[in-house]
């Protein structure tokens, strides 16, 4: 079944009403969100960006604009840092994966994606998407093939797009909400230009701005197979939404391969299409401590400026509050005192500001900051002594866990899986060793949060060797033989994250210890006759003319 335009139209008609009524309901909660936490940080009912309006006007102190940069970088830092590796590729069979020339390729892969990466704009974009995130629970990512970097990403502000989900509550279904002027109009649709927006092309009109719907969706007209660009998987179509059901309603329909958008949800409530995230659990300590902050503020300038009450005499004397001004009053001599304070307060500020102190720490933790910042102190740590303190963390580092869970699956996995698809489609990656046809590639997470979450684990196996070295073995010495130190080496390499090309598969260590063995056999024979050749040289050069120890054996013998 080829492209209805009818029964095209009635299906995008339906889903940009459904997915517009999900969006309106939370729309009063995202605003308070903006306005009392993360002003400039979206875009709502079509507002245009770049228009100079100042929005952080609710905001009486700046630390809400701290905490949520320093979280950002955090997770960041924590989980996709350009300056370590962190992912691998790998497979669920341990044994062909420690496979040498399987281990080559799988590092070599892992290389080209992580040059591709750093080589794009994907990491300054991976920052926004963290922080929108934590903002506001949800948060998409948009990846294009390019010319110039293979990969181009887009960091969507949050408000441009609605989101969709299918039966299993995926979310497979995203709408943008594009704001083009007549010439980015012209320049991304051609001939295909509706002549209303060609007309203020013309006349030089590029002001104007036309918003125009770009929706992402399962293709229901999949053709497998297929060249066309419109059968792919996945559907890709332009809609102008004001036009639809007209000819000049649907501006573009093409298709992907790969679902090009990556769609990250904090916290989700049983089949909730939005996700609530940091935002929400500090709104409200937020708006109490901008209301005390601003108390605070107003108590001191009434101390410093108090309200003055003044005889009605000195309606036009002059009066002045400044420094080093002298005021002259009738009377004040005899013990009148015209001119004094309205009211005499004393508030206790200390109590106050303990409160605001209170507040904004309830504010970090929302933003999980204590915990990112402990474990980036943590991780500049040598990595035995880290994983000896991250494993006394573990209690907290679960409470980390879901958000480091939700990540990997809605947004890393999906993204690295559409690079290594594109690095795959233009040549970049060697061809796989035939041992691994039909097996599944696996991405394996190694950042400092993965290694975190596996810090336990090896401190319990340093633990464990202690105890053998030190309580065991002096008494029991053939305990050693109890203990697989190869695979005890190959479970502290996985976890502290160390590079395969450190450590040799299976196969090249039984080599290297045939080897060694034979070199040992070899150079005990070679000793072996060396002292034959010696002893045999000896007795050759032995006198026998005269009387000694060997023409005597019998003699003494007797």
Known sequence: MGFDMLVAEKHYSYLIDCLTATYNNCLPHWKDIRTYLAPRSAYFNNESDNDGRQNDQELVSSNILHVRRTAARGMHTLMSSSSMR???????????????????WLYNSGEVVRTIISGSNIYNKLEPHYLTQMDYGTSVLMLEDDDADIIRAYSLAFGTFMIGTDAAARVDTLLRMVQLNSYQFVMKFKDKTPAVVKRRYDEGDYKTKYTVYHI????????????????????????WKDKLGQKEGFLSIKGYDLKPFMCSRMHVTGDDVWAYGCGSVALSDNKAS?????????????????????????????????????????????????????????????????????????????????????????????????????????????????????????????????????????????????????????????????????????????????????????????????????????????SLAISPQNIHADDVTAQIRQARQQAQAEAAQQQKSMMDAERNRTLSQTDTSGENALTSGGNYAA
């Open 216 to 239: 992402i969706e399962p293709n229901r007209n999949y053709k497998k197979g297929s060249k066309l660009s419109q059968d792919k998987k996945w559907a890709s179509v332009w809609i």
């Open 290 to 494: 901008n209301l005390l902050d601003k108390r605070i503020y107003q108590g001191i300038s009434q101390q410093v400026r108090p309200t003055m009450l003044a005889d009605s005499g000195l309606q036009n004397a002059f009066l002045s509050t400044d420094a080093n001004d002298t005021v002259y009053v009738n009377g004040l001599l005899t013990g009148a005192n015209p001119y004094r304070k309205a009211f005499e307060i004393n508030p206790d500020f200390r109590m106050a500001v303990d409160k605001v102190n209170l507040l904004e720490e309830r504010v970090r933790s929302a933003y999980f900051v204590p915990l990112l910042t402990t474990m980036l102190d943590i991780a500049n740590r040598p990595a035995l002594t880290a994983a000896q303190t991250l494993a006394t963390q573990d209690e907290k580092l679960s409470m980390l866990t879901p958000l480091a869970e939700s990540t990997a699956f809605d947004l890393h996995s999906p993204m690295i899986d559409f690079i290594f698809q594109s690095a795959w489609l233009r040549g970049k990656i060697a061809k796989p060793p035939k041992e691994l046809e039909g097996k599944p590639l696996m991405v394996e997470f190694i950042s400092t949060l993965a290694q975190a979450q596996k810090s336990k684990s090896v401190a319990n196996v340093e633990r464990f060797l202690e105890l053998v070295e030190t309580r065991v073995m002096p008494v029991y010495p053939d305990a050693i033989d109890k203990l697989n130190l190869d695979e005890t080496i190959e479970e502290f390499a996985d």
């Open 86 to 104: 962190w992912f691998q590729f790998g497979y669920d069979d341990k044994q062909l994966a420690d496979f040498q020339p399987v281990k080559e």
